[in-house]
């Protein structure tokens, strides 16, 4: 309460020294002033803790309106002080530029938010923006502001009857036209570029519904500025401009839902973003001077305040740069797993002995290309590191691609491309307005769907080692047969089996980062085959490519359409395998102890050091040796799904806040059929009353 007194104090002087001609304030100094006591009351209010900051800043807001209730004075003298500064300072950026994108592009703007966070801009005087971001200056503002309830901020504001006269009434009334005219030629504009037309090629300029907006919102401002005419717009008026605006952002769903067919890409991405706010904003500021009870209006501009306050304080996040246009453009990204993923779940016996079959043929290439690493390991030293590492990434790169074309399985692949099936699901679960039916996905649907990813995933690890360990040992010893020497010396076959240790060695620290590169191959695979629609690769190789004279037509037909079908998938492996073979001699390069494994090539390696120490290595070695390839597959795939369930539920703007309940689900369905998550068999009947799949 003391502090709330010597603001009030101050505010007195203020106004006794302006009505003073001897006091020396010029209209420079004065508004510097204003400006000065409006940030001292902020800061009364603006909690000192991040503790209980709702209670703090409402209970803080309550004694102002308890001072201002009770002195008339200081509530005239507040209300003249926040009235000057809004009258005295442009609030046309407000409207239409914070919490909406620039022009500059992506990674203009993102290089712009880098430098202002490091050296801040000069803000222009006169504007109320300048003044918001001047008097809310700490980034975490927002966070008190937002806690106190609406009402609250209602009853300030009705306390102090702000905005109540006509001079005041007039100038936002103004200034809120001009915003509309302002926000609906930026939309204009975006919904003309040549990236949004070539996505709706039924929409030219003529017919454009953003260029029929423009023209009926002139008409509307005009009309409303024009006191000769003495007449207010209907609601005739406001409803014919909200079908268009409706049929503009029908447009935008338009682009939304033909992704798939035409591909997405960062630049349209930002301008969707851009012409989506432009239109949300216009939609506001119509809302505001829309004839309406002086409650309903005041519940509108604090809904406004708090939006502005937050937008202001994150105005340099390149958090949120990255997350508001890399969310929709991952969708597309993942769409690919998705629809991938649905082959790496085993719904019935059929499809997961199919599974296992896939698997032990990648577990089958996988030991040649662990003994042709073997082989290249020989040359380290001798060799250049960049040479190193192109050896080593071509083995992976080659074999994985080998692997996709013989249609087998890396087990560790299926969580990256699984894991979007999931958000597929709780996508689904979202829409469902019923309890019941949003209960029913919860509760069936997904700890169904999870526990045949999770056999799935536990049969493809098992073909693959299975299929690598004898295969390994064997081609081992047909090498020594065949070329009348061991394939590595026994130190070499020692350290490939001190790798795998879990304890003596960094191998689960090295299986993480394999998981990163697994996840990081996924959405690679996602994003060329969202390229390939957005750049309609296969029709451009039909009409121009110089295949098109060298192979018979039912040929080059063939070949499109597996370019078309395998373009991400073969960038996917090709991708992987660079990662996973450069890790170690990057890690040398620059000083630091990093590698990667991973468990198909774990079993290899045990097999062959197995095989060259001739039967001697020690029980304990063995099964330590095997615990670590068991552990390297588990981070393997825990680091590879965690992530991809991250980024596919980013894409969705969905969260995970049912974990603990499926969690508890999945648990529940363990204890009753634990064989269930391993074998074909029917999933266990949580719910008798609901049908559960098999």
Request: proline share 4%; hydrophobic share 45%.
């Amino acid at each position: 309460m003391q502090n709330l007194s010597t603001f009030f104090n101050s505010l007195q002087d203020f106004y006794q020294d302006l009505s003073n001609p001897h006091s020396g304030l010029d209209t420079k100094l004065a508004q510097e002033r204003r400006i000065f006591l409006l940030k001292n009351l902020v800061s009364i209010i603006r909690p000192r803790t991040f503790s209980n900051i709702r209670k703090i800043a409402e209970q803080k807001l309550q004694e102002l309106i308890q001072v201002i209730q009770q002195d008339t004075q200081s509530r005239n003298n507040l209300k003249k002080l926040i009235e000057e500064i809004c009258l005295q300072n442009n609030p046309l950026l407000v409207f239409t530029e914070v919490g909406i994108m620039s022009s500059k592009g992506f990674w203009a703007e993102a290089y712009e938010k880098f430098s202002y966070k490091i050296l801040p801009p000069l803000h222009r005087e006169g504007e109320l923006r300048t003044v918001i971001n001047e008097i809310f200056y700490k980034k975490n503002d927002y966070q008190w502001v937002n806690s106190i309830s609406n009402e609250l901020w209602i009853e300030l504001a009705q306390t102090l009857h702000l905005f109540d006269s006509q001079e005041v009434k007039k100038y936002f009334l103004n200034e809120m036209l001009n915003a509309i005219v302002v926000l609906a030629q930026k939309a204009t504009s975006l919904g003309l570029e040549p990236e949004i037309i070539e996505k709706l090629p039924d929409m030219d300029d003529l017919n454009s519904p953003f260029l029929s907006m423009l023209i009926e919102i002139t008409k509307f401002v005009e009309k409303y500025k024009d006191v000769t005419t003495r007449q207010m717009p209907s609601d005739e008026d406001y409803k014919h401009i909200w079908v268009l605006l409706q049929q503009c952002e029908d447009s935008i769903a338009r682009l939304h839902k033909d992704r798939e067919k035409y591909g997405i890409s960062l630049r349209i991405t930002y301008f969707i973003l851009r012409l989506t706010q432009n239109i949300e904003r216009l939609k506001k500021i119509l809302l505001f001077i829309r004839p309406n009870s002086e409650e309903a209006n005041l519940q509108k501009i604090i809904f406004f305040f708090k939006e502005i306050v937050w937008a202001e304080n994150k105005k340099y996040s390149l958090t949120k740069h990255f997350s508001d246009n890399l969310s929709f453009l991952a969708h597309k990204v993942v769409e690919h797993t998705a629809k991938t993923g649905e082959h790496y779940i085993a719904n019935n016996s059929k499809e997961y002995y199919d599974l296992l079959k896939k698997a032990l043929g990648g577990g089958f290439i996988v030991a040649f290309l662990c003994i042709f690493k073997a082989r290249i390991s020989l040359v380290e030293g001798q060799s250049p590191p960049l040479i190193m590492a192109l050896l080593y990434s071509l083995n992976y790169s080659l074999g994985f691609i080998l692997i996709h074309i013989f249609h087998f399985t890396l087990a560790t692949k299926q969580p990256a491309m699984t894991a979007s099936t999931i958000a597929d699901i709780l996508d689904e679960w979202r829409k469902f307005k019923n309890p019941k039916s949003k209960e029913r996905v919860l509760n069936e649907q997904l700890p169904s769907t999870l526990i045949k990813m999770i056999r799935s995933q536990f049969i493809s690890l098992t073909g693959n080692v299975l299929a690598v360990i004898p295969t390994a040992f064997f081609l081992t010893t047909g090498y020594f047969w065949l070329f009348e020497s061991e394939l590595v010396g026994i130190q070499k076959a020692e350290k490939l089996a001190t790798e795998l240790s879990p304890w003596a060695s960094l191998s689960l620290p090295f299986a993480a980062i394999a998981g990163v590169y697994l996840m990081a191959a996924g959405l690679i695979a996602g994003y060329y085959d969202n390229q390939v629609v957005y750049n309609n690769i296969p029709e451009r190789i039909r009409r121009y490519s110089i295949f098109r004279k060298i192979l018979p037509p039912k040929i080059f037909e063939k070949f499109i359409a597996y370019i078309e079908k395998n373009t991400g998938a073969l960038a996917g492996n090709f991708f992987l395998g660079i990662f996973l073979g450069s890790t170690s001699t990057i890690g040398k390069i620059i000083g630091i102890n990093v590698d990667i494994r991973h468990v198909t090539f774990a079993g290899g390696n045990f097999a062959i050091s197995y095989n060259l120490q001739h039967g001697q290595m020690p029980t304990a070695v063995v099964l330590e040796t095997l615990l670590g390839v068991f552990l390297i597959g588990l981070v393997n795939v825990t680091v590879s799904f965690g992530l991809s369930v991250i980024v596919a539920l980013k894409s969705r703007n969905l969260t995970f806040y049912e974990t603990g309940k499926i969690i508890q689900i999945l648990l529940k369905a363990f204890l009753k059929k634990p064989l269930a998550f391993f074998l074909p068999l029917p999933i266990p009947n949580l719910f008798p009353d609901e049908k559960k799949d098999t």
